[in-house]
């Protein structure tokens, strides 16, 4: 296995639902999913092979054209041509380009200055994040009329909140301009999540959602919208089952694998924002006795064997072609974990970095990564 920068083991009891009762708050509102000041240093010295390969593959927002904001109403086809997997739809991919390319000039920008401390770096990312905020980007739809649309919202708000967590600790940033784009953030988190709550879906959707409001709350100082986010993960771990599988995503039928691990990718950043504001919740058990390991456990095993998917559908899996960010929310997991008991197919997967090309780099640079929505899997 590649050398990893730290690892941390739970070595403590598993915390039970019990002990999550109390509300959870903000303490830190310029606290990131990474330590930022470590991480920075880290990458300046690193010999790393895996890192300085991902290092090599930044982009640069100043290198990136601006982009305009899409106006009126949004309006996404879905992206399957029927129901919830099968052949994907052509019509969609040209409606969600502006929404990645935006994605992918804020957060190439964010890795840039993370790694070499560029101020033309940050000012591109926040000119850019401004620009959508000015024009009231991202709020101009209903679930009714396109649900692609509002699960756009969710993969957008969760890259550019994740994105702005590292962004504010640059104090040459306006602060004005800060302000103003983290209560246009705030104003999208708030309705987006207004729309879960007066639905029923729980699936992989809710804890993208969920990981959205968590970033969102931390850089807003919104307990409101941080501690609904916790509760999202505590809802995704209550509902695994006997072999750690989350049951809605194995109705998925060929993409239930690879629906286990799209789960997850919202799931382990959204643990590592809590675990930053002193929140444990990699350490939080279901009433069941479940933890987030039994779901990643669950996927190596799968991956390793994908008839045990049989016990859930009969179709045969798909996974020989499995996307660069396959991996990605096991960059975070395996600082928390022994490795000696993460699945094999996972330390395997991690063994060349996990290229999110949804964020125009590898996510081994900010030790961890930042969800867009190109190559989404809705």
């Not at 330590?35 to 990136?64: G, M, N, Y």
């Not at 969600?96 to 993370?114: I, K, S």
């Not at 006795?289 to 669950?298: L, P």
Request: glycine share 6%.
């Amino acid at each position: 296995m590649t050398k990893r920068i730290s690892t941390w083991c739970i070595t403590a009891t598993l915390i039970s639902s019990s002990a999550f009762a109390r509300a959870a708050t903000v303490s830190n509102p310029k606290a990131s999913y990474i330590d930022v000041q470590q991480r920075h240093k880290q990458l300046t010295e690193t010999k790393d092979p895996r890192t300085t390969q991902a290092i090599a593959s930044l982009k640069f927002c100043t290198k990136l054209p601006p982009v305009q904001p899409p106006t009126g109403r949004m309006i996404i086809p879905p992206h399957y041509i029927s129901g919830g997997h099968g052949p994907i739809n052509p019509a969609e991919a040209p409606a969600t380009r502006p929404y990645n390319d935006f994605e992918h000039r804020v957060t190439a920008g964010m890795n840039q200055w993370l790694v070499t401390s560029s101020k033309d770096e940050t000012q591109c990312a926040q000119q850019q994040i401004d620009a959508w905020a000015q024009a009231g980007a991202l709020l101009d739809y209903d679930p009714k009329e396109s649900s692609q649309a509002w699960y756009q919202v969710e993969w957008t708000l969760s890259a550019i909140a994740i994105s702005e967590s590292v962004l504010v600790n640059e104090p040459s940033l306006d602060p004005a301009q800060v302000k103003r784009d983290i209560q246009w953030m705030n104003k999208v988190a708030h309705r987006t999540v207004d729309f879960d709550k007066a639905g029923k879906q729980t699936n992989n959707h809710h804890y993208w959602r969920g990981l959205a409001a968590v970033a969102t709350g931390v850089i807003s100082s919104d307990n409101n919208l941080f501690d609904w986010g916790i509760g999202v993960y505590k809802q995704a771990i209550n509902e695994l089952d006997q072999r750690g599988a989350l049951p809605q995503e194995m109705a998925r039928h060929e993409r239930a694998i690879h629906y286990q691990s799209f789960a997850l990718q919202p799931l382990v950043p959204l643990a590592q924002f809590a675990e930053q504001q002193h929140v444990p919740l990699y350490q939080y058990r279901s009433p069941t006795g479940r933890t987030i390991i039994d779901a990643a456990n669950f996927l190596g095993q799968a991956l390793a064997d994908p008839q045990i998917i049989k016990a859930y559908t009969p179709d045969e899996q798909l996974v020989d072609d499995l996307g660069a960010d396959f991996f990605s929310f096991a960059e975070f997991y395996s600082h928390h974990v022994d490795p000696a008991n993460i699945p094999a197919s996972i330390l395997k997967g991690l063994s060349r970095p996990s290229f999110a090309t949804r964020i125009g780099g590898s996510t081994t640079v900010i030790d961890g990564y930042v969800p867009t929505s190109s190559g989404k899997q809705p």
